[in-house]
């Protein structure tokens, strides 16, 4: 069974940091493509970041270019996103997302909450 | 940049009848080897997403039959044909053509007349 898990949210000060993890089980995580999303609560889905395979690659949305840093450990089987210079608008729940587009994939965590408040 | 617009927003829909979602995005989501990357997911309240739909028409394994995908290039329609209780939820389309960005429409929430 694919299994998404999500960890390392939090209550963090406007201007501050904070590393997301997603480990990964019951699937070859080596061989695809991942993806965060994050939603604020009642709100809707808006795209964070993608990485190909083996890291070499990366993409972010514009409201998080230069603040967020998304890598992954394929020994580890987990993903990462470093969130820097944090904003109350990052405020949302975090998900992370095998690749959405191909066959058998499209699985998303739980989530994670990550709230930026003073 | 592409934008995903999806109607209606609001979907009141009585047990057993038909709805229907569009999905329009503001360019032609075909990609150079010839696939179009639309996928739609479902939103149960209080739950994470599930995907549906990938490349517009490819039902997931274990989603019901009365789900489907349909459309080409910039108009895309995920169709229930017989609405039951457990479809409740906000649905989302996504493209996954055009990047940098990849882009969600802004959810359509289905719920029961």
């Known amino acids: 069974e694919v299994q998404l898990v999500e960890s390392g949210g939090g209550l963090v000060q406007p201007g501050g940091s904070l590393r997301l993890s997603c480990a990964a089980s019951g699937f070859t995580f080596s061989s695809y493509w991942m993806h965060w999303v994050r939603q604020v609560p009642g709100k809707g889905l808006v795209w964070v970041s993608r990485i190909n395979s083996d890291a070499t690659y990366t993409s972010y949305a514009d409201s998080v270019k230069g603040r967020f840093t998304t890598s992954r450990d394929n020994a580890k089987n987990t993903l990462y996103l470093q969130m820097s210079s944090l904003r109350a608008e990052d405020t949302a729940v975090y998900y992370c997302?095998?690749?959405?587009?191909?066959?058998?994939?499209?699985?998303w965590g739980q989530g994670t909450l990550v709230t930026v408040s003073s | 940049d592409v934008v995903m617009t999806q109607s209606p927003l609001s979907l009141p829909v009585t047990l057993g009848q038909p709805a229907s979602i569009s999905c329009r995005s503001s360019?032609?989501?075909?990609?150079?080897?010839?696939?179009?990357?639309l996928s739609w997911f479902q939103q149960r309240p209080g739950q994470s997403p599930r995907r549906l739909i990938y490349k517009v028409s490819n039902r997931d394994s274990g989603v019901p039959d009365r789900f489907s995908g349909s459309g080409s290039g910039t108009d895309f329609t995920l169709k229930i044909s017989r609405v039951e209780a457990e479809d409740v939820g906000v649905y989302y389309c996504?493209?996954?053509?055009?990047?940098?960005?990849?882009?969600f429409g802004q959810g359509t929430k289905v719920e029961i007349k």
């Open positions: 360019q032609s989501l075909v990609y150079s080897n010839g696939d179009t990357y």
């Open positions: 997302a095998r690749d959405p587009f191909i066959p058998v994939a499209g699985e």
């Open positions: 996504m493209q996954g053509t055009l990047w940098p960005g990849g882009t």
